[in-house]
């Protein structure tokens, strides 16, 4: 099998939710345990475009890390570090914004989304926040970006920024795949027509105690609009896919078929199956979270391992662009 240089990386926002984990953190634990070059990060630089406060900013980038180490990244086979620790990707990220076009930026969804989520603070950084997302991509060079769906149109934005770099200054950058399986989404709980986010009762938090698992399942959405297939109970059957057994997904699929299915007894076996699935994780969480000088410091030489490569990547970036 061919290495691939893989790069990703997760925003420092509160607990993470099962669609976090299996669009995203799941895949980053396979593609370094089948040994690929892996670079794996917390964005807090783009924590700072939605309304925060530097307590819980903080609090929220240790929880992601003990999240990233109990789910299975080892710092000894990926490296794995804090965005800001990397001074360089601001940098890159500035070169960028002069290389996109506004309207460019203006046409990607998740700033139409954000904009109009918080009226009140529609600030630059949520405009450029994929000229920083391309600069965490590129710095590495990598092969494959693995992600949810809804960050596909980031990664693709990053292969158009590769592409006008090197026809401008001539060939630097490989041009990112999104990823080599299909991307995923996981739908809210209480919406199913939106995606799962880290607010409210919508989102299944990978820290859920069997009990909270269980309430939130039990107030899933499962009715459907004018006889439609319902996208709340599809959304049971992803989830029941990634957590179940295949011998409940051929029942549950069954009766379905049969129209005798129990959306009660659908949730009681999932909630199930996803507390189960994260106890192992949920103990060696807590446990983490109670040595923050150790996660300090397994970040600060993941920040070592990454910034020889970034320093590397941006000396040869400006020799081709000019800065001295
Ligand atoms: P973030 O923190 O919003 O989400 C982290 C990852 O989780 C995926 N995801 C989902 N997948 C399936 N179903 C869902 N409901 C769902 N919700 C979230 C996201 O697609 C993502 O893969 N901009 C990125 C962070 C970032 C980044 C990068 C990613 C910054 N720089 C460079 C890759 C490469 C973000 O906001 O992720």
Known sequence: MEKQTIVSGIRASGSLHVGNYLGALKQFVELQNQGHHCYFFIADLHGLTTPFEPKKLSKDTLDVAATYLAAGIDPKKSVFFLQNHILE????????????????????????????????????????????????????????????????????????????????????????????????????????????????????????????????????????????ASAGVENLFLLLEHFGKQEQIAYFRDAQRNNSLKFSELKETLAKEVAGYFAEFRAQKKALLEQPEYLAEILGEGARKARTVAQSTLQEIKHRIGLL
Not at 125 to 145: E, F, S
Not at 149 to 177: I, M, S, W, Y
Not at 198 to 222: F, H, Q, Y
């Open 89 to 228: 990707h601001a940098t890159l990220a500035w070169i960028f914004n002069c290389l996109l076009p506004l309207s460019e930026l203006e046409r990607m969804t998740q700033y139409k989304d954000k904009a109009k989520q918080h009226k009140e603070n529609i600030n630059a950084g949520l405009l450029t926040y994929p000229a920083l997302m391309a600069a965490d991509i590129l710095m590495y060079k990598p092969t494959a970006v693995p992600v949810g769906e809804d960050q596909v149109q980031h990664v693709e934005l990053a292969r158009v920024v590769a592409r006008k770099f090197n026809h401008k200054f001539g060939k630097t950058f490989p041009e990112p795949h999104t990823f080599l399986r299909k991307p995923l989404r996981i739908m809210s709980l209480s919406d199913p027509a939106k995606k799962m986010s880290k607010t409210g009762d919508e989102a299944l938090l990978l820290d859920d105690e069997p009990k909270e698992i269980s309430r939130k399942l039990k107030k899933a959405v499962t009715a459907s609009e004018s006889g439609k």
